[in-house]
């Protein structure tokens, strides 16, 4: 601009006006807002590792809407598998998080990182290889590649998990409680993975911030996680019965934004739990039966020793016949009569985070099961 001229801005049907003045001869520029959020947006580029998955795919298509460049991480490019993700306006590169050669390659150019690429299953013949060493070396892969590409800020996905599942009679589970009681493969991954993800982003001094999300529900998934796959079978009618189980959910969307939320705020720091409705497994079914009532709740309630005799079944199933365990002594102290209730005050009151209404979130998952897994 000229010495001694004016910038006048004028906000008019959606664009900007700007006016700068030098004598007698005024140029008008007009530029469109949404020109203007794109640019700045895409100022970051950020990479989601684990894109595939029910909130991967979520917080990419967030990340896109928000004007972010997005390099979305895959192990199988397979198209069948990853048609949704094609239909994005995302890099897709294949990468593995068990493979370090592959994410320094993927970090190139890159300055956020949300690392949620994790296995999420509650059984599997070998434990250690199958889900803990993908949590826990998967993720230090991610860290320490990071740390070599001097990422600028690191969001890490953790869990409720790594928080606790049995909460005091006088108080939810908060960000400063740890899970020292792990029984299950999965649990003792997402924390012991946190911990040591907390170790080394210290000692490398990097900027990291954990979300941990309770059970996640929510549209946009197209393989069952455990937390969606019970409400496909009471859709069906296909449970036998309730066990004594209790889960603190939130939406797949309302994560993606506590993430995004998270990355943005320069002042975000430390752990930010992402759960929002406490329930027990019957309470959520009479939910869903209140949404849809074409469901039968099972009559049936199944106690801890209940379980435990019918455990000692499916164990005798996967011997004698290779069949997947549905039900393990470790899933059942894991989780039956424990108070899985946490509080997301910290992620309300730090950085605005707003969870959607829970009945909604519910309709419109009943919704995507019937459309993906149903009525297909």
């Known amino acids: 601009m000229p010495e001694g001229g004016t910038v006048s801005f004028a906000l008019h049907a959606g664009r900007f006006m700007t006016r700068s003045g030098e004598a007698n001869r005024p140029t008008i520029f007009w530029i469109d807002t949404t020109c203007i959020r794109n640019i700045v947006g895409s100022m970051k580029k950020v990479i989601v590792t684990g894109a595939n998955g029910h909130l991967g795919y979520t917080l990419t298509k967030l990340l896109l809407e928000k004007g972010y460049k ?10 069948e598998r990853i048609g949704h993700l094609l239909e994005l306006d995302a890099e897709i590169v294949q990468a593995d ?4 050669e592959t994410l320094k390659q993927a970090m190139k150019g890159i300055d956020g990182v949300f690392q949620v690429a994790a296995v999420y299953k509650l059984w599997a013949k070998d434990p250690e290889k199958e889900i803990i060493d993908p949590c826990v070396k998967g993720g230090l892969n991610v860290l ?8 600028k800020k690191i969001i890490f996905t953790s869990s409720t998990a790594a928080v606790g599942n049995h909460a005091p009679a006088d108080r939810a589970l ?12 999965y649990v003792k991954a997402k924390t012991i993975a946190e911990r040591k993800a907390w170790e080394f982003s210290k000692k490398n001094d990097l900027n990291m911030v954990a979300v941990n999300p309770g059970a996640i529900i929510g549209p ?28 603190t959910y939130v939406d797949v ?14 002042n975000a720091e430390g752990r930010y739990i992402a759960a929002d409705k406490y329930l027990t497994l019957s309470e959520l079914l009479e939910e869903v039966k209140r949404i849809d009532d074409s469901i039968k709740i099972p009559k049936m309630k199944l106690s801890a020793p209940t379980l435990r005799f019918f455990s000692a079944f499916d164990w005798l199933g996967n011997k004698l016949f290779g069949n997947d365990r549905q039900m393990t002594l470790e899933s059942v102290s894991e989780f039956a009569n424990r108070r899985s209730y946490l509080t997301a005050d910290k992620a309300k009151k730090e950085l605005g985070w707003k969870p959607m ?8 998952t009943l919704d995507w099961i019937k459309k993906i897994f149903i009525d297909k």
Do not use: Q
């Open 97 to 100: 998080i068990m493979k370090p």
């Open 220 to 247: 946009g998934f197209f393989r069952h996680t455990p937390s969606t796959e019970v409400l496909e079978l009471a859709l069906r009618n296909k449970l036998p019965g309730i066990p004594p189980y209790s889960f």
């Open 174 to 185: 908060n960000e400063e409680d740890w899970n020292t009681d792990a029984r299950l493969a």
């Open 70 to 79: 997005v390099r979305a991480t895959v192990r199988n490019t397979d198209p």
């Open 357 to 364: 209404d829970f009945t909604k979130s519910l309709r419109d």
């Open 253 to 266: 969307r309302d994560v993606a934004r506590l993430h995004l939320a998270a990355y943005e705020a320069k």
């Open 144 to 151: 320490e590649a990071a740390s070599h590409a001097k990422i």
